[in-house]
């Protein structure tokens, strides 16, 4: 998948205002819309118009763009950065017509990539109606799905100022991290979307969970991995040894004649739920370095005391 500059495709520079992004569209569409041009390629440039503009007339989707876009260009390979979109806020509304208008000309790969098909719930009108709910993923440590945890996050608002450019505001919110929770949960936080109209109710706010890349361990649902590495005699004879989780270390014996790759489960010591996960020692086999001359006579006695050839499986 090739990264699409959407700011190319209008000819505009990328602190554009709003308001040369509309003109720029409008221009353009009018002289690539397949009804009327005589452009060769009129059908595919009307396309991409109408995908570039979906995001860049969306404050939301222009901001968590410049995010990502700022550190590729056009034609490079490109997949979305894990949590690449984590902090920001985006609201609920519905699809205008350059949304419908994206979702008939077939979303590209890229544009799926970043955004998905999500459309949002209906704008509400009326005058009392409810404010429209809000979203945005945001990431914590896997220590605190299995202890649980008070956090206070920070989410960035993308707004227009007054020349029309995109801005970023902050806000700060205090979180209750429940114990148990995986990827992919949402959190509701009650009236912490948009206000109402009127006596109507304020919108809430989902907080999407991820989890920070973590230097030991993987998450996979409730289960958790990680790799363990043994010497050739701890894998041959069998030992015992300290085993780190996220809720602390514990010991863990190691069957002898274990090979490389073999998973060591340990059943409900995954994340915490109904049922709970399983954590899996992943084994894997360290060799010490022949960096010296007794290593190294160390190593020529092993060769002389075993018949051992391990790659009778690859010969003839």
């Known amino acids: 998948m090739k990264f699409r500059d959407y700011y190319e495709t209008f000819g505009l520079p990328r602190d554009a205002a709003q308001e040369d992004i509309k003109r720029a569209y409008r221009k353009l569409a009018r002289k690539y819309h397949p009804d009327v041009s005589k452009e060769p390629d009129a059908e595919l440039r009307f396309k991409e118009l109408g995908e570039a ?3 860049l007339k969306d404050p939301e989707k222009r901001a968590a763009y410049d995010q990502v876009g700022s550190q590729w260009k056009a034609g490079q390979d490109f997949q979305p950065p894990p949590g690449w979109d984590a902090g920001f806020e985006f609201s609920g509304h519905g699809g205008d017509a350059a949304d419908d208008l994206a979702d008939d000309l077939d979303q590209s790969d890229f544009f799926e990539a970043l955004f998905g098909r999500r459309s949002g719930g209906a704008r509400q009108a009326g005058m009392h109606a409810r ?15 299995y202890l649980g945890a008070q956090r206070s996050i920070t989410l960035r608002v993308p707004t227009l100022d007054a020349q029309g ?24 936080l009650a009236g912490q979307g948009n206000p109402g109209h009127g006596e109507g109710p304020a919108g809430d706010l989902f907080l999407e969970i991820g989890f920070n890349p973590h230097a030991k361990f993987r998450v996979d649902g409730r289960d958790v991995f990680i790799d363990l590495p043994l010497t050739p005699w701890e894998a041959a004879l069998g030992c015992s040894v300290p085993l780190p989780t996220p809720e602390g270390s514990l010991q863990l014996k190691v069957p002898a004649g274990s090979a490389a790759g073999r998973q060591l489960r340990l059943k409900g010591k995954g994340i915490p739920g109904d049922p709970a996960g399983d954590l899996y020692a992943v084994l894997g086999i360290a060799l010490p370095p022949a960096d010296s001359e007794q290593a190294k006579a160390a190593y020529r006695a092993m060769a002389e005391a075993f018949d051992f050839d ?3 499986h690859v010969k003839g």
Do not use: S
């Open 53 to 55: 503009y979906a995001v």
């Open 131 to 145: 404010g429209q709910d809000h979203h945005a993923k945001v990431l914590i440590d896997l220590e605190d799905a």
């Open 165 to 188: 450019h995109v801005v970023l505001r902050e806000r700060r919110l205090d979180v209750g991290i429940p114990r148990g929770i995986r990827a992919g949960q949402h959190l509701r």
């Open 310 to 312: 391990p790659r009778t």
